[in-house]
């Protein structure tokens, strides 16, 4: 070996070395500053995208829905007949299915707690056992996220009566 090749920390001056070191670290904590301002510059940039197209798609919804509304002021102008009124509901309900909108079956199902909330219960033979009953408002899911769960009643197992007392 060498002289040049066994030259050990020890042999550089101790400022130089630690120069070298706070050249270092400072080359380091500018790289991390400006990463840092890109991660969120591009989290900015992301959060208004995406507040971008959510206004998009509310903007698309409600010019579908306006049109739904036309139709409804001219019935309310015109004293529309009940096929009238139907064919505006049947208009509005395919407009909101466009958008993602279905809703969610509740009587003769069996009771889910995903889907439905119970508001009442009603105590009925075995075979009716948590099933549901009656809707009381009809739930709905979009894009298959249930946003609004169905009010409904269910059948709940009848109590036994005790004969002995």
């Given amino acids: 070996m060498s002289e040049e090749e066994n030259i050990e920390e020890d042999d550089i001056p101790e400022d130089e070395l630690h120069k070298e070191l ?13 990463v840092m301002a890109d991660f969120d510059n591009y989290r900015k940039r992301m959060v208004k995208e995406r507040k971008r197209i959510i206004q998009r798609a509310n903007e698309d919804l409600m010019i579908d829905i306006l049109e ?6 001219r019935a309310l102008d015109d004293d529309i007949s ?5 064919m ?16 969610i079956d509740a009587v ?12 009442y219960s009603e105590e009925v033979e075995d075979d009716q056992v948590d099933i549901v009953l009656e809707e009381f408002n ?3 899911k979009m894009n ?14 009848k109590k036994e009566v005790n004969e002995d007392e």
């Fill in 68 to 73: 739904v509304l036309d139709d409804l002021e």
């Fill in 22 to 34: 706070k050249d270092e670290i400072e080359d380091l904590e500018s790289s991390l500053k400006r």
């Fill in 82 to 86: 009940e096929d009238g009124i139907k």
């Fill in 88 to 103: 505006v509901y049947r208009k509005l309900k395919n407009k909101l299915k466009e958008h993602g909108l279905e809703s």
């Fill in 144 to 157: 298959s996220r249930v946003i609004r769960p169905a009010k409904v009643k269910v059948g709940k197992k």
């Fill in 108 to 119: 003769g199902e069996e009771f889910d707690p995903n889907y439905h909330e119970c508001i």
């Fill in 138 to 140: 009809k739930g709905y």
